[in-house]
T-cell receptor, first 112, second 113 residues
């Protein structure tokens, strides 16, 4: 059974800092990995999708990497801003059109 | 991309009643899923909504409690039946598009009293 872990559960950083959010998964036979953002009282916003054959994806200040063999992914946020404060969730799928297995998320607070 | 709309966005429900949540996608999606997010927890898949046939439920979820319909490629409903306080959660609809990016609605926040 696939398990996704995100540690720590919460993180507080000063504005402007570069930071890395970690995600690990137990079964390396994934199809893809997706990072989401969830703001309080809101649904999930897709940030980046990495296919199993890819090593990284970039969107603006965000860069996600994937090391499938070691069961790890990182989300790098450059020059963090207070607007980046949210919960960041990592999720993996085992096949095309398969369900997502989620981690519990990392709640990020960026202090002005 | 896909934009997913859910109704209602919030509701307070009486114990023992049922509530149907609607999910509308602005484009055709290959798959539609329903998730639950209990307070302080991550998301758990309830079922995969199949067009024109019975939904596929995950372990621990049954059709009598969570009947699901998907009459076409862009619409689905989830009913939470005979509600109890333990059903107080966020219920999220999601859809998978080509390339397998999965998009989520804003969620339906249910409180059962």
């Amino acid at each position: 059974k696939q398990e996704v872990t995100q540690i720590p559960a919460a993180l507080s950083v000063p504005e402007g800092e570069n930071l890395v959010l970690n995600c690990s998964f137990t079964d390396s036979a994934i199809y893809n990995l997706q990072w989401f953002r969830q703001d309080p009282g809101k649904g999930l916003t897709s940030l980046l999708l990495i296919q199993s054959s890819q090593r990284e994806q970039t969107s603006g200040r965000l860069n996600a990497s994937l090391d499938k063999s070691s069961g790890r992914s990182t989300l790098y946020i450059a020059a963090s801003q207070p607007g980046d404060s949210a919960t960041y969730l990592c999720a993996v799928t085992g096949g095309a059109n398969s369900k997502l297995t989620f981690g519990k998320g990392i709640t990020l607070s960026v202090r002005p | 991309s896909a934009v997913i709309s859910q109704k209602p966005s919030r509701d307070i429900c009486q114990r023992g009643t049922s509530l149907t949540i609607q999910c509308q996608v602005d484009s055709q999606v290959t798959m539609m899923f329903w998730y639950r997010q209990q307070p302080g927890q991550s998301l758990t898949l309830i079922a995969t909504a199949n067009q024109g046939s019975e939904a596929t439920y995950e372990s621990g979820f049954v059709i009598d409690k969570f009947p699901i319909s998907r009459p076409n490629l862009t619409f689905s409903t989830l009913t939470v039946s005979n509600m109890s306080p333990e059903d107080s959660s966020i219920y999220l609809c999601s859809g998978a598009v080509a390339g397998n990016t999965i998009y989520f609605g804003e969620g339906s926040w249910l409180t059962v009293v």
